[in-house]
């Protein structure tokens, strides 16, 4: 059954990440920063329309789930559906027209409620698509690792690229609001590209997936998923994972210009670059220990060692740009591991689901962690400006006091691990082992065939 999953279509569907991945990036690092320098935003109101853009992200991650898994519904071709739309909607985002400002804002918070929610109808059927690609435990870890591989790349583009070809286009004679709309169309062919090489090297493959016999209410099956035992512990784990993630992401711009006194923009490509290798580094390692033992124990192995990584530096400090590249190759083990792992034990869960339910709904289960992943990062920013509020911190000053520069480090070097060392607790208490997975399948493909089974040893994951 799994002689259609060929490595070249597993590469083709694993390359469909850069589509989100370009994207993504692109809209979190510069969007608020084109509402403001180019569009001429109020900073506040340009935050205001980041916010809403990104609740009603959050939203609709469990509608599209939901939809995703109801009866008929290909999720091949809902991704095909969203790339072009998606696409389109990311370069308006970033194109300034001639209006006043209050018809500007209203511009912006559609497009941007638009563009999440296409985004939100690609991604969701893209992540839950790998769980019916393959049910084999170690080909899902494979898929999962070469497509973070990929991401390490994605994740530099979206990232690196648009500067840089503002810059390009400017050098042309273009303005600099033409520019950055430009630079948004090649982010967004590169999405559509890649987006329709994912689907084309799907389209032909026999999918593991269950016919429902009926559609069901939206709220009955997120009620019955919360109910199963290991998504607790799933769910507790990617929460805490994220809101380090963005605590350490949104404190590097204020770590580099007030802690180690250097120029923001210089020492942020070196960091994003230390990051980009740290992935290309650990993702293949993540990937190789997942498979010879399990996800589990790769990711309480490795994410530990990123916590007291980056813990040391509490002690040792970073006022160099040697220091920083250190500490930041810690936080990209963590960034590997996550990315590598993190679906793939959301399929697990739709294996249970499947045990205990009888119904596997893959979109719905995918879609419940990226509901969290948004509220673990509003959590971390929220957090962020706590501590910079409580340490003295002043946005118009050029120089921070020290409390205010101690408050700064220690938000990577001591918050971060600590929450990274929370999320780690929740693994070790997650029960799903690749063993107690594959007594799992046996016991379910018994289940199917009418056939008795046993669930001894398999307590805690029913």
Known sequence: MHSTLTKRRTLGYASGIVSESVLYNMFYTYFLIFLTDIAGINPAIAGTISMISIIVDGITDPVIGHLADRKGKDKRRLMKSAVIPMSILFVFAFAKFNLSHNALVIYFIAIAVLFWVAYTVYT???????????????????????????????????????????????????????????????????????????????????????????????????????????????????????????????????????????????Y????????????????????????????????????????????AFRFIGITSVYSLVAMLLFYAIGLAVFWTTFYSFTYDIAEIDEMVNSKKRVGAITSLPQLLQKFGAAIGMQTLGLVLSYSGYNANAAVQSESAVMGIESVITTFCPIVMGLAVLFMALY????????????????????????????????
Request: positive net charge.
């Open 124 to 266: 969701i059927p893209y992540y839950a698509l790998c769980a019916e690609l393959t049910s084999d435990y170690d080909e899902r870890t494979k898929i999962r690792g070469t497509s973070s591989f990929i991401n390490a790349f994605a994740i530099f583009i979206g990232s690196a690229a648009p500067v840089i070809l503002v810059g390009v286009f400017e050098g042309v004679n273009f303005t600099t609001s033409t520019s950055w709309s430009l630079s948004a169309a090649v982010v967004a062919a590169i999405a559509i590209m890649f987006g329709y090489i994912a689907y084309i090297s799907t389209r032909h493959i026999k999918l593991h997936r269950p016919q429902s016999e009926e559609n069901e209410n939206i709220f009955k099956t997120y009620i019955q998923l919360i109910r199963i035992k290991p998504f607790k512990y799933l769910l507790a784990f990617v929460v805490l994972y994220m809101i380090q993630c963005s605590l350490a992401q949104a404190d590097l711009m204020y770590l580099i210009q007030y802690r180690m006194n250097a120029d923001p923009d210089v």
């Open 431 to 462: 029960p799903v082992t690749k063993k107690k997975y594959k007594k799992l399948q046996s016991a379910l493909a018994n289940k199917k065939a009418k056939k008795e089974y046993d669930i001894e040893g398999l307590d805690r994951l029913l």
């Open 268 to 311: 942020m490509s070196i960091a994003l670059g230390a990051i980009v290798v740290g992935m290309i580094i650990f993702v293949p390692i993540t990937t190789k220990l997942a498979t010879i033992k399990d996800r589990k124990f790769a990711v309480i192995c490795l994410l530990s060692i990123a916590t007291l990584g980056m813990f």
